[in-house]
Structures are given as C-alpha cells and as structure tokens.
C-alpha cells in the first residue's frame, strides 16, 4: 500500500489521533500551516469547492450530501442549468432546486450549475413571493 493510502486510511480509522495530530502540527506552526493551507486549495480547487459546499450544506440543515464523483459531474458543468449561458470558473454557483431552508438536501438530483445572476434572480424570486 502506498504510503498516501496508508495515512489516509489511518486518519479514517483513528479520526480523533488524527485531529490531535493535526492540531499540534497547527499549533507548532500556525503560518506555515496557512501556507500549506493555501497551496493544497490551489492545487485542489475542484476538492476544496466540494469541502467547502459540503461543509455549507451541512450549517444549513441539509442531512444528505452527494459524494464527490457526482460534484465532479456539477463542477465540469459548463452551462448554466437556467439560462444555458457559458459558466466562468468565478462565475460559477452551485443552486439548490428546493432551497435547503425549505427542506431541500444537497444531492445531485437537488443541486444544478447555475451563474451567479440566475442563482441570485432566484432567490430574489423566491422572497419576492414567499412560494415555498
């Protein structure tokens, strides 16, 4: 077993070592953790996005969550579900069809690539009218 592998199936079997662990190489060397933070989130974008909506998902009440191969499918999405506009990397949202505050979980069958004026219209939209 490679040693990536190895670690990371320690860190899946020992998740409270691995904290621990984590937390101390933090504490040692708190700027030099940022710096590693930042490179791995550059290097990783597709994998930080699905860290951090997951993470956003989860504040906000959803309970299910898609797993990262079918992030992968939304994140190659070059389209805006919406309006069939051509998506920018930083122009790029990610819009839940029934909104998570009404219920709605983040799974792939919930969630679309949208742009940022249709995500916003729709919001907008939806407080305009109180539908849900």
Not at 14 to 30: C, E, F, G, L, V
Not at 84 to 100: A, T
Request: aromatic content about 12%; proline content about 4%; hydrophobic content about 35%.
């Amino acid at each position: 077993m490679a040693s990536a592998e190895y670690h990371r199936q320690w860190r899946k079997r020992n998740p409270s070592k691995a904290a621990a662990a984590q937390a101390r190489h933090k504490a040692k060397d708190p700027e030099a953790y940022r710096i590693a933070q930042g490179t791995w989130r550059r290097n990783n974008p597709e994998r930080a996005m699905f860290i951090r909506q997951k993470s956003s998902a989860r504040s906000r009440g959803a309970t299910e969550f898609m797993p990262a191969a079918e992030f992968t499918v939304l994140w190659r999405e070059r389209h805006c579900h919406w309006c069939g506009c051509e998506l920018h990397d930083s122009f790029r949202w990610f819009d839940h069809i029934i909104p998570l505050c009404y219920g709605g979980q983040h799974t792939f069958a919930n969630v679309v690539a949208s742009c940022a004026n249709c995500n916003i219209r729709r919001e907008w939209e939806r407080k305009r009218s109180k539908e849900y």
